[in-house]
């Protein structure tokens, strides 16, 4: 059974910064790739942010400059600094694994952390 802890959402104001940690437990899967997920109320989740087992990241067009993922492939974590936050930065954020076995890949989510940005 893989499990992802998440943790870092809160309340920040406009302007702020927070970071975001997402912690894989697994020791029998290839951990692929890890990224960050959003989904504001009403809206479609859509990809903040992505990172490859070889380190080459993807960022959405809303965030780049201003966030930052990386991750610390010895403790199978992925971590997002937000910085510059926005009011339309608001939503669920959700953690991503792509882990490998056997020749199939297994998508994986965590439970959502809530990042609210106040204007």
């Known amino acids: 059974q893989v499990q992802l802890v998440e943790s870092g959402g809160g309340l920040v104001q406009a302007g702020g910064s927070l970071r975001l940690s997402c912690a894989a437990s697994?020791?029998?899967?290839?951990?692929?790739?890890m990224g960050w997920y959003r989904q504001a109320p009403g809206k479609q989740r859509e990809l903040a942010a992505t990172i490859t087992s070889g380190g080459s990241t993807t960022y959405a067009d809303s965030v780049k400059g201003r966030f930052t993922i990386s991750r610390d492939s010895a403790k199978n974590t992925v971590y997002l600094q937000m910085n510059s936050l926005k009011p339309e930065d608001t939503a669920v954020y959700y953690c991503?694994?792509?882990?490998?076995?056997?020749?199939?890949?297994?998508?994986?989510w965590g439970q959502g952390t809530q990042v609210t940005v106040a204007s």
């Open positions: 697994s020791t029998i899967f290839t951990i692929n790739a």
């Open positions: 991503n694994v792509l882990m490998g076995r056997g020749g199939v890949t297994y998508s994986y």
